[in-house]
């Protein structure tokens, strides 16, 4: 349900995550509210480049919503990231803090989950938040049944008190502001030399775009996972494929989708890198970049019926002409 300026990279719509509400409304009326579950939003759309969800959108969505009584749960993993961009980009946001951007964020929809390794810089857990008492009971039950009471179970006491101290330190202006600045960095180097990526830069990776990159490698012989392994290959750097082998396969005709994105995402860790690892890695991207034209496509040798970006194995094509 994402706007269709998410499906192009040079496209430089600032808030590339939005949901597109036409489609959204046309899906709901053909389907009935009835059928809807909840509407689930993400913050920083991994699978669009980390594109962020406007304000404005939000609102919206939320009216939306309201008039056809469905929910809208937000998947919070990366919204200190968009907090971040609605910060900077958004008319009227700029005096906020991060904290009130997001609570007012999470105030248009009725809960939300997040994984706390991602914003919250944490080694393990999440949390999950509704604003239904008779939900959150419900909820709070099932952990009881899965993890253990829920005083204890699931994550370990120590692992609360240290995400307690990440969330407060992720919404610190300071930090925020160079971890996205460090992402920008990296993409603007890779900028610099014509290496195709997606822009605007997002807030926790720069996806390189394979489809341009690669131009001569076709989308069945995988050039966004020829390019994560060509760059570990030289490097030592690990990328992830976010394209085709991600999307998986059309259960019905059993042949691959085909993405409109072909990427592959170099994911930035939070407080770990220096400038000078952005910079090994922007050369190693170049290096992959300028022997492009001798590399060659993928074939696929074992492919495991589930979720297969995970545990896919491939070997390289030999060329048969030069
Ligand atoms: C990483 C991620 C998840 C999955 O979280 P895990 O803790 O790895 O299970 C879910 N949603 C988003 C947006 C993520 O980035």
């Not at 998986?248 to 170099?266: I, M, S, V």
Request: aromatic residues 10%.
């Amino acid at each position: 349900m994402i706007i269709d300026e998410a499906h192009d990279t040079q496209n430089l719509h600032p808030f590339k995550g939005d949901v597109d509400l036409d489609k959204l409304r046309a899906l709901v009326k053909q389907v009935g509210p009835e059928n809807v579950a909840y509407v689930s939003l993400s913050g920083t759309v991994n699978m669009a480049g980390g594109q962020p969800v406007s304000m404005a959108n939000v609102r919206a969505l939320r009216k939306l919503c309201d008039s056809y009584g469905i929910r809208i749960y937000l998947d919070a993993t990366r919204m200190v990231e968009n907090a971040f961009f609605i910060k900077d980009r958004e008319p009227g946001w700029a005096d906020k803090s991060i904290a009130d951007i997001l609570k007012e964020f999470c105030s248009y929809t009725d809960g939300a989950w997040m994984s706390a390794k991602k914003d919250s810089m944490v080694n393990i857990g999440g949390w999950l938040a509704v604003n239904d008492h008779n939900l959150f009971d419900a909820l709070r039950n099932m952990v009881v049944i899965y993890e253990g009471l829920h005083t204890y179970g699931g994550m370990a006491g120590r692992d609360m008190e240290a995400l307690a101290i990440g969330i407060a330190e992720s919404v610190e202006y300071d930090h925020i502001y160079s971890r996205v600045s460090q992402v920008h960095y990296l993409g603007n180097l890779l900028l610099n030399w014509g290496i195709p990526i997606v822009q605007p830069v997002g807030g926790h990776a720069v996806f390189l775009d394979a489809k341009r990159f690669y131009p001569h490698i076709p989308q069945d012989q995988f050039p966004a996972q020829t390019l994560a392994a060509q760059l570990y290959l030289d490097s030592g750097i690990r990328g992830m494929e976010r394209g085709i082998v991600s999307a998986g396969r059309d259960p019905n005709t059993g042949d691959h989708r085909y993405p409109a994105l072909e990427l592959t995402r170099l994911a930035i860790p939070r407080r770990v890198y220096t400038q000078a690892h952005m910079d090994v890695t922007s050369e190693a991207v170049k290096a992959a970049y300028d022997s492009r034209e001798q590399t060659h496509g993928l074939r696929m040798v074992y492919e495991p019926k589930q979720l297969r970006f995970f545990q896919a194995r491939f070997e390289p094509i030999e060329s048969h002409s030069h």
